[in-house]
């Protein structure tokens, strides 16, 4: 049996990033709820969000955002041999997104299949992709988080309503001659599911925002130290710190935690919202574009949420 080439090593090669054009102030919100900028802001962090038109799909996002990390990468689609797509959000289960956003991209007859992990799904899809790589079963991963949260979230119910919003984040990850991607700390708490559950297709959000909240500010510090120090990466060396967009409060909690003092620190929900799958590498690639992180530095990015489900790992950011 001839064993194929296998790489030492998995990093990001780019990212890429979509958001919708449709912005909602906290302003907006109030004219159809009871809320009001200051509330939305005192506990939740967020100012404004994205929400994506009625004919704008979580595919369509998908693609703007996969095209662009496949744009930035250099690579060609033919390059590509594995799509995964990050989800918990799509109209209908069959057919996969990641197959149909491979084709709408050119990338012929790739492997192709979606992860629901929610919001922690860019980081479990990330650590398959690097696993793939390191194993010989894929060159070129294009790894995408997108999620379309406006069409199952009840816009009168102020819990969820002013928290969720739409997105899409991507990186291509290719083979490399050191880790540009640390060991994956991931797992689950099962007994905490009912937490944030959609209970049918007729359904919408439902969120216990309190058991969340203490769950996240309690139990997922010593994840992301995990992650640290399986990446052989003290918190100090870190460049930045680039956490689930789920609340303000939970991502300056942790971060405090975690004792990444020079790190900086991923906000990107006071202007994006919660958008699941796709939070972290909407924030990582807006935070490489404005300049506040550069390539070759040192990221912890952890996600979190129902499952509840949870993974986290150290990265170079490309």
């Not at 102030?25 to 809320?35: F, Q, R, S, Y």
Request: some cysteine; overall charge negative; glycine content about 10%.
């Amino acid at each position: 049996m001839r064993i194929p080439d296998i790489a030492p090593g998995a990093k990001v090669l780019a990212l890429g990033h979509y958001q919708p054009s449709n912005v909602v102030t906290n302003d907006d919100l109030a004219k159809t709820m009871d809320t009001n900028d200051e509330w939305i802001q005192s506990r939740v962090g967020i100012k404004e969000r994205r929400v994506a038109g009625a004919e704008e799909s979580v595919e369509d996002m998908a693609v703007q955002a996969g095209g662009k990390a496949l744009a930035a990468s250099g690579l060609s689609a033919g390059d590509i041999d594995l799509v995964i797509v990050a989800t918990c959000t799509l109209e209908s289960q069959i057919p996969n997104a990641a197959a149909v956003v491979a084709h709408r991209l050119g990338i012929k007859s790739p492997g192709a299949f979606d992860v629901n992990a929610a919001c922690a799904g860019f980081c479990f899809a990330l650590g398959v992709a690097s696993s793939a790589i390191r194993a010989g079963s894929a060159r070129h991963v294009l790894v995408i988080g997108a999620e379309k949260l406006s069409q199952w979230i009840d816009w009168t119910d102020r819990s969820t309503a002013v928290i969720f919003a739409d997105g899409a984040g991507a990186a291509v990850v290719g083979p490399s001659d050191t880790p540009g991607i640390g060991p994956v700390v991931w797992g689950s708490s099962g007994d905490k599911s009912d937490a944030i559950i959609i209970n049918d297709r007729n359904d919408s959000l439902h969120q216990e925002g309190q058991t969340v909240f203490r769950w996240a500010t309690t139990a997922l510090h010593p994840v992301a130290k995990e992650a640290c120090e399986r990446a052989g990466v003290d918190p100090s060396e870190l460049a930045a710190f680039v956490p689930h967009q789920a609340n303000l409060r939970i991502i300056e909690a942790i971060a405090r935690k975690i004792g990444a003092d020079q790190a900086v620190i991923g906000r990107d929900i006071v202007t994006a919202g919660n958008t699941s799958a796709a939070s972290i590498p909407l924030a990582l690639s807006r935070m490489l574009e404005r300049g506040e992180v550069r390539s070759g530095q040192l990221a912890l990015i952890l996600g979190f949420g129902a499952g509840l489900t949870y993974a986290g790992q150290v990265i170079e950011i490309p």
